[in-house]
């Protein structure tokens, strides 16, 4: 899906001027007959959603901005979704009336 959406913006010549973010909200799933070590979906970590290990809540996050992160790119920051209302205000010039979060 996140191929489509890339092809969807370059078609409407938005590709190079908008940034796309593509998280997950929890760790693998382990339900409804899947398991999550088929495709070593927590990679290192133990764990799967819903459990207190690392593997049920630590996800990527991925994040294309043109001119601005190198393709391929990598960081050690961990942030999490309540930084997300911030750095998207951040941004875009605009104010939260309050926010925990933080931008990144």
Same mark, same amino acid.
């Given at each position: 899906f996140v191929g489509r959406i890339l092809s969807t913006l370059r078609a409407q010549q938005l590709d190079e001027s908008t940034i796309v973010f593509f998280a997950s909200d929890n760790g693998a799933s382990n339900e409804g007959n899947q398991d999550? *070590? =088929? =495709?070593? /979906?927590s990679g290192a970590l133990s764990g799967y959603k *819903? /459990?207190?290990k690392e593997g049920g809540h630590r996800t990527p996050l991925i994040v294309r901005w043109p001119h601005q992160i190198a393709p391929g790119s990598v960081s050690e920051y961990q942030w999490t979704f309540y930084d997300f209302l911030a750095t998207v205000a951040d941004l875009s010039n605009a104010s939260v009336p309050y926010?925990?979060?933080e931008s990144m």
């Open positions: 999550y *070590r =088929f =495709f070593a /979906s *819903r /459990s207190l926010n925990d979060g």
